[in-house]
């Protein structure tokens, strides 16, 4: 099976290591997504007609969808996108999914840092974050069966910046520190943790009055 690579966490992109294998359409698309979503767990199919077609599927919806399968399999490779017990699954290997590669990234960074490899838990936490490229299945947004996981990715995303951030201030990195804890509350101004490491990057600049500032914007 050639090794691809599926990237949700912004526009959907599969590429293999010489191309990028476009994925015209919308319902095809919008079936990728939803298979990737749940990657090597098996949907129902009548599941996958809802979804792809939003709740409001056509007559002949079925035909159809396999149609998009068949046309998926070609794209992908036969063994991509499996029928079992009355569904579809797309095979995926973990490295291959950006979502999956970021959570994992996050979750050894956290490790790293527990154990006081604070160089280790800030280079994983950089390159998780570098994955993303705009929202998590940004395709779909505002469908609702993709609503919840790309809120938990997105909150993810959050605590992870939160992280890189505090991990940074550990390494003593204050002045770099300012201007991308600037841009993290400007993008999620309600999330507390994040405004707590631009008020502390600011008084270790020795910027006690912005940091005083920045506190009177979060109060």
Do not use: K
């Not at 949700?8 to 919008?30: F, K, M, Y």
């Amino acid at each position: 099976m050639e090794r691809l690579s599926f990237r949700v966490l912004g526009p959907l992109w599969v590429g293999s290591a010489t191309a990028e294998l476009l994925v015209p359409g919308l319902r095809r698309r919008t079936l990728l997504i939803r298979l990737l979503m749940s990657a090597n767990e098996v949907v129902p199919a009548q599941r996958l007609i809802e979804d792809v077609w939003d709740g409001a599927p056509p007559a002949g919806a079925a035909a159809t969808l396999q149609s998009h399968v068949s046309w998926l399999r070609r794209l992908l490779g036969p063994d991509r996108v499996e029928f079992r017990d009355g569904g579809y699954v797309a095979v995926v290997a973990e490295s291959e999914l950006d979502s999956r590669l970021f959570e994992s990234e996050v979750n050894e960074a956290r490790l790293a840092r527990r154990a006081s490899e604070l160089e280790t838990a800030e280079q994983l936490l950089r390159e998780a974050l570098g994955r993303w490229r705009d929202d998590a299945y940004a395709d779909a947004a505002g469908v609702a069966w993709v609503a919840g996981e790309a809120t938990r990715l997105g909150e993810l995303r959050a605590g992870a910046t939160e992280d890189w951030l505090n991990v940074r201030l550990e390494l003593g990195e204050h002045a770099s520190v300012v201007a991308d804890a600037e841009s993290a509350v400007a993008a999620t101004p309600l999330r507390e943790g994040l405004w707590a490491a631009l008020m502390l990057a600011l008084y270790r600049c020795g910027r006690q009055g912005e940091a005083l500032r920045a506190h009177q914007r979060l109060s």
